[in-house]
């Protein structure tokens, strides 16, 4: 059975669609977590200034700003301003020495101290709440530091 130009030109353009087609499906859902997690900050709640131990960002209109001592400033910056959690329902097992997170966001008064367990990427917010930062997100949340030479 032979088909004729026009028919083969036909299943061409269809292959084609399709294909377009599941290639863009899996494009997309390849940049979607694949945990239930949602934004920490957004834009009713934006991230103004983070203190992490003693290193510190804060958002000014000419863009973030750091400590001194941070070495990767913008990038930091921008992974606490993009990072996304999990809501645990079970208070979990906790390992490793806990660092305090004071957060403050945008038109709010007072900062908010949650604890971070950087380690196992587990976040208590200030209401006893539980967290969980995806592993793909944790290295880019801890600053590097500049090298202290005595």
């Known amino acids: 059975m032979a088909f004729s130009r026009k028919k083969w030109n036909t299943i061409i353009i ?16 390849r ?3 694949t945990m239930l997690t949602q934004a920490l900050f957004d834009q009713s709640a934006p991230l103004s200034q ?5 290193y510190w960002l ?20 921008n992974a606490w301003n993009e990072v996304h959690i999990s809501a645990l329902v079970e208070q979990p097992e906790t390992a490793g020495e806990p660092a305090e ?6 038109d709010i008064e007072s ?13 208590k917010s200030p209401a ?9 997100l944790r290295e ?5 530091i500049r090298a202290k030479v005595n």
Not at 50 to 54: R, T, V
Not at 140 to 144: C, F, M, R, S
Request: charged share 10%; net charge negative.
């Open 14 to 29: 269809l292959a084609s669609i399709l294909m377009i087609s599941v290639l863009t499906v899996v494009e997309d859902n």
């Open 58 to 77: 804060q958002k000014r209109q000419s863009g973030w700003q750091c400590s001194e001592e941070v070495l990767n400033c913008l990038e930091w910056a």
């Open 140 to 144: 880019q949340l801890t600053p590097i």
């Open 31 to 33: 940049h979607q977590p």
């Open 111 to 123: 900062a908010q101290v949650w604890v971070l367990f950087s380690e196992q990427g587990l976040l």
């Open 128 to 136: 006893g709440n539980w967290y969980l930062i995806p592993a793909s």
């Open 101 to 106: 997170l004071v957060i403050q966001i945008a």
């Open 50 to 54: 983070l203190q992490l131990g003693n």
